[in-house]
């Protein structure tokens, strides 16, 4: 199939791509990367009237570190998250999540910031920004805000951004040395949509109890879910083994999936307890804590 006929604009600036979308508002969509879009468009699951493309913007390009926050703007690549050495030795949950999204050549063009606005049930990275308590900045002509991630996510496919805005930076918390995080995902094949995903990021404190802990998981419900209960369970505990399982048995308890050809629902539920649990001593190990 082909996308139904749409107008397209390509602006130059900022100021020029929000007075487009201030104009078409919900008639009008934004293209990045487009390897969400452009699918749903030639399946005319999307039919915008108006393409607003903004791969011309100057300054959505950068990936820095600013008061305390991991900046990442919305031109930024899947790839270029991969390929980062920074990223690669510090930010170990980031750098678990950028290497299995989609395949290879989708993460070429994809961006971090598009994925979160697109907010597929099975996507990578909402599941990664809820568990790093992530937030989004969302810019329209009347200035930006920012927004913690879960009010960012509301629904299937839908997220807080109104009439013309966009987002135009996620910002992840810099992790300190006694804090890491994994991702486990299963999916059938390179490139297809997980099967059941979770993500981790746990902080210690000096005496080895856990401080800290974020936990999301996605492809089990109808959006990516933050499993609440097992932060609490984790929170100011020692790890152990028995810890890690009372909460992965919390992400069972609360993913809602759908039976379709990746699986039935019962064992997609339990695929999400045993990727928390993975996942947690994963991010432990990382610590240099073994659970026993």
């Known amino acids: 199939m082909i996308p139904a006929a749409f107008e397209y604009k390509r602006p130059m600036s900022l100021e020029e791509a929000l007075s487009h979308l201030a104009q078409y508002g919900s008639d009008a969509r934004v293209l990045a990367g487009g390897q969400s879009l452009i699918p749903a468009m030639r399946y005319r699951l999307a039919q915008p009237a108006v393409l607003v493309d903004i791969n011309k913007l100057p300054n959505l390009g ?82 930006a805000r920012v927004e913690p991630i879960d009010q960012f996510l509301v629904d299937s496919f839908a997220t807080s951004i109104g009439e013309g805005e966009m987002a135009v930076e996620v910002r992840f918390p810099v992790p300190n040395a006694l804090t890491s995080g994994a991702y486990e995902k299963i999916e059938r094949k390179v490139g297809d949509y997980a099967t059941a995903a979770a993500a981790v990021q746990i902080e210690l404190n000096p005496d080895g109890t856990i401080k800290e802990a974020g936990i999301g998981i996605t492809a089990v419900a109808h959006m990516a879910l933050r499993v609440e209960e097992a932060e609490k369970i984790l929170r100011g505990q020692k790890p152990t083994l028995e810890l890690i399982r009372a909460a992965a048995e919390e992400a069972r308890k609360i993913a809602d999936p759908n039976p379709d050809a990746r699986g039935s629902a019962e064992y997609k539920k339990d695929m999400a307890r045993v990727l928390v649990g993975r996942g947690l001593i994963k991010a432990l190990k990382r610590l240099n804590v073994v659970v026993a």
């Not at 926050?69 to 990223?87: K, Q």
């Open 62 to 143: 950068y990936m820095k570190e600013e008061n305390g926050m991991l900046r990442i703007g919305a031109l930024v690549r899947d790839t270029d998250v991969e390929f980062s050495r920074d990223i690669q030795t510090r930010y170990h949950l980031i750098s678990d999540v950028s290497m299995v999204v989609a395949d290879p050549i989708v993460r070429y063009r994809g961006t971090v910031v598009g994925s979160l606005c697109h907010n597929d049930p099975s996507g990578d990275w909402a599941a990664a920004a809820i568990a790093a308590r992530a937030q989004m900045v969302i810019q329209g002509q009347g200035g």
